[in-house]
């Protein structure tokens, strides 16, 4: 079955520390991968995706991630956290045939940065 | 970027009601958007895929009679909570694909609405 592991449920990071937030995923094929951000009371805001190419992604708000064939893995990173990083995250997968109507995601890591 | 809007986001009833929820694409049209059920602390669980001018696709184990959706334009999708309950309570969002984009198109959210059954 289709499926996507986010090991850490919650992350402490001071700011200004690198942040890691990992994902794997467990699929027939590669899928559409995604990172999405959610703060409190919000929808979702799409950081970045991968579809296909350079495995090394950059999205938005000084993140990027790296897909992994070989470990089923598409880990979030930041050099350098800000307070206003503190959200949830959620990895995301969807089936690359049909498009990616159907999101997987994710149970999420919450994250809190210490000033 | 495109926008997705519901309303209402908060939302309080009383147990036996039906609440109604709307999911609007502001500047694009949505052929196709999704609705999303979100416990507290918990991952997005998709309901329904909601197709214009036709019946929605509801996922294993949501009662298509409890949750009515109804799609009547390409830019409004709506989400009625059926003779609501407490277990009902929840965080339901939905989503939306620019009908116009290609097949790998970004998928837009709405902020949520927060249903609370008393």
């Known amino acids: 079955a289709q499926s996507v592991t986010q090991p850490d449920i919650h992350i402490t990071v001071s700011e200004g520390a690198s942040l890691e937030l990992r994902c794997n995923y467990s699929?027939?094929?590669?899928?559409?991968l995604f990172w999405y951000v959610q703060s409190p009371g919000q929808g979702l805001q799409l950081l970045l995706k991968?579809?296909?190419?350079?495995?090394l992604v950059q999205g938005i708000k000084g993140f990027e991630a790296e897909f992994k064939r070989s470990q089923s893995s598409f880990n979030l990173r930041k050099p350098s956290v800000h307070w206003s990083d503190a959200a949830e995250y959620f990895c995301?997968?969807?089936?690359?045939?049909?498009?990616?109507?159907?999101?997987?995601f994710g149970a999420g890591t919450r994250l809190a940065v210490h000033p | 970027g495109a926008v997705v809007s519901q309303h209402p986001s908060w939302v309080i009833c009383k147990s036996g009601t039906s609440v109604k929820i709307e999911c609007r694409s502001l500047d694009f049209q949505a052929t196709t958007m999704f609705w999303y059920r979100q416990f507290p602390k918990q991952s997005l669980m998709l309901m329904a895929t909601s197709n214009e001018g036709s019946k929605a696709t509801y996922e294993q184990g949501v009662e298509k009679d409890k949750f009515l959706i109804n799609h009547a334009s390409l830019t409004l999708s709506t989400l009625t909570v059926t003779s609501a309950h407490p277990e009902d309570s929840s965080f339901y969002i939905c989503?939306?694909?620019?009908?116009?984009?290609?097949?790998?198109?970004?998928?837009?959210f709405g902020e949520g609405s927060r249903l609370t059954v008393l």
């Open positions: 991968y579809f296909s190419g350079d495995t």
């Open positions: 989503s939306a694909r620019d009908a116009g984009s290609a097949n790998t198109g970004e998928l837009f």
């Open positions: 995301a997968v969807a089936p690359i045939s049909g498009g990616y109507n159907k999101l997987i």
């Open positions: 699929y027939g094929a590669t899928p559409y």
